[in-house]
């Protein structure tokens, strides 16, 4: 059953975020969105087969001026030339999602079934600096990792950190075939010297312990890294490797055909320099 569950909240600078979750399954929360405006602003848009609920969302509120995106995965981008002609503007995305966005990307089996194909379309850079309608200002952080593109939105008036797919989980389980462990750790490692309050995770929702939520997938990185490192100097090859420390491959592995398995995610750990994260 899909759910539709709105968010608010309030900085005391009278600054207001909202919300609303959107997905046309309820399996968890990788498979639904939540989509946020900042008054005008609007950061991510949902997949496109949520768009009827997605504008009825947009249309509750003041008109957006903006749309920041922050990676081009279809569940982040999917309404993006929607909202382009509903409201007149270029949506704005970090450097490296632009081609992709414009010409489009091949999305596997799974994930279209759960978001629907996004539309082609043109954006605009985004600066290291935007701005609220206020003028308030929000940084955008390149984060690669979970994908090279992702970028996430830094308000330090409010302290608010908006973060695209960079935290999703404190203990990852699985690794998609286009993500690079050593750079998401090590964007975690730099975001982790922000002074955040709140972070706005697009499919967890609003976490006032977020950061420390942060802290904590790092820490879990870094001894999963070790254990997988330890395992493999003991001569485990790599399924067994990825037995011990996460146990047997589940239905993901198979449904996704190896593009989202464990095994990605332990053959990953293998290579991390630890060195450089600690
Ligand atoms: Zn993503």
């Known amino acids: 059953m899909p759910i539709r569950q709105h968010y608010q909240h309030q900085h005391a600078d009278g600054t207001l975020v909202e919300g609303v979750r959107v997905g046309r ?19 991510d848009c949902g997949p496109s087969n949520q768009w009827r609920h997605v504008k009825s969302f947009l249309e509750s509120g003041p008109s957006i001026e903006q749309l920041w995106l922050t990676h081009h995965h279809e569940d982040h981008s999917g309404n993006a030339s929607r909202v382009g002609r509903k409201y007149g ?27 629907g194909k996004p539309q082609r379309v043109i954006t605009e850079p985004l600066a290291e600096k935007e701005y609220l309608a ?26 608010w950190f908006f973060s695209g797919d960079l935290y999703l989980a404190r203990a990852l389980k699985y690794m998609r075939s286009d993500e690079n462990l050593m750079e998401l750790m090590l964007s975690l490692k730099k975001v982790l010297t922000l002074d955040i309050e709140v972070v706005f995770c697009p499919h967890r929702g609003i976490d006032e312990a977020g950061k420390a939520g942060m802290q904590d997938k ?33 239905m993901m592995d198979k449904v996704s055909r190896g593009n989202f398995s464990k095994a990605n995610l332990i053959r990953q750990a293998l290579s991390v320099d630890l060195q450089s994260i600690g």
């Open 89 to 115: 503007l270029v949506p704005k995305a970090p450097i490296q999602a632009q081609q992709k966005l414009a010409r489009g990307f091949r999305i596997p089996a799974i994930q279209q079934l759960t978001w």
């Open 25 to 43: 399954l309820n399996g968890g929360v990788t498979s639904n969105f939540i989509v946020y405006r900042i008054g005008s602003v609007l950061v």
């Open 134 to 159: 206020n003028g308030d200002e929000a940084i955008a952080i390149h984060t690669p990792g979970h994908a090279k593109d992702l970028t996430c939105f830094y308000l330090p008036k409010q302290r």
């Open 218 to 250: 790092l820490n879990y990185l870094i001894e999963l890294c070790k254990n997988a490192q330890r395992n493999q100097a003991q001569g485990l090859s790599l399924a067994e490797n990825t037995f011990q420390i996460l146990g047997k491959p589940e």
